[in-house]
């Protein structure tokens, strides 16, 4: 894709993001959606024919930042550390003011929305899979044993900080206590992992 | 409320509860909603005036029993044990079906609608208040410095159970190795209450 027209999808896409954020899946018209792109709506139907379409292109988007934040977790010295900070930068919530409001819609539209659930399931299980990943560099055991060994321990973490970025969006604000305790509990999942015998028990 | 009364009523919450766990919260009209529980929709307007007015009721309906699962729980002669296993029983989600769906559906409406947002708040903030007065008989101390000490884990409990019956209802199944490791992790948020030190370092 030439620069300019990636710059204009990416202008494209938070514009969709912040109107979804604000209306809802089911609130925002296409209009609405257009209007939030500064697009007229015939033009807008061009890029996307269906909701489901541009929910689609937001999460091929965020799945290539999960796949290069997962990159630079595998590839660092450390990668239990690098992955435990990032948790950490998560629920601290620095990042993503709109997330929690953006997976709060995308979860109960999943609900009664067949390609709306295909396209969230696809997201939740490439994060886990990469999840896994980690963990087979860090015990030193092949991805599809990690996978079976440690996926519940992945599914555990993406629920945690779906619900705390979630929390942080209906309260405004999560407490620092809540913050510290989250990250107590996320890292003592990761401590099974890190203490595991060698047969996984 | 006479008994004939109070057994129309729980069928109309039936109803209600059922239509917008299907349609959600925004997809189900008034009159899909009157259609769910046999009334006109004149008829049902007479009940409730508005939607939010029907989210409240179910949720004072929903806040009766936890109020009376919660005294029974404070009754037992080991409430932490009782409460252990209440939570248990709720994470492998023999109980209620569309639980997930609901709380799916009232948390993404919350976040753009501020009566709705005020209900499932209350709803919250009471059972967090339930959790802190077991964990200040447990622990022998106030209500008030339980809520002080303790308040991060009722809210983190609550989270959790949350995310639980959420990936329930996506996931149509939670897998027994996952079920034992968020057993295992809510467990270990109450040892910490368990064993906490007596100024709750």
Request: aromatic letters at 6%; glycine letters at 6%; charged letters at 25%.
């Amino acid at each position: 894709m030439p620069p300019q027209t990636e710059h204009r999808t990416v202008e494209i896409l938070d514009g969709v993001r912040q109107a979804f954020a604000e209306k809802g899946f089911d609130g925002a018209s296409m209009q609405d959606l257009a209007r939030a792109c500064g697009m007229s709506v015939g033009n807008f139907y061009r890029y996307f024919p269906s909701k489901a379409a541009i929910v689609a292109a937001l999460v091929t988007r965020d799945l290539t930042e999960v796949e290069q934040e997962f990159s630079q977790i595998i590839e660092s010295p450390d990668p239990m550390i690098t992955l435990r900070r990032a948790l950490q930068h998560r629920i601290e919530g620095e990042c993503c003011a709109t997330e929690g409001r953006i997976w709060a819609e995308m979860m109960a539209a999943s609900l009664r929305k067949p390609e709306v659930a295909e396209i969230t399931l696809q997201m939740e299980t490439e994060i886990t899979r990469y999840l896994t990943i980690v963990f087979a560099r860090v015990r030193g055991i092949s991805a599809e044993e990690a996978r079976l060994r440690y996926g519940p321990h992945a599914s555990l973490l993406v629920m945690m900080i779906k619900a705390s970025s979630i929390h942080r969006a209906q309260a405004h604000h999560t407490g620092p206590d809540l913050v510290a305790l989250i990250s107590r509990t996320l890292n003592h999942v990761l401590d099974e992992i890190e203490v595991d015998g060698p047969k996984g028990q």
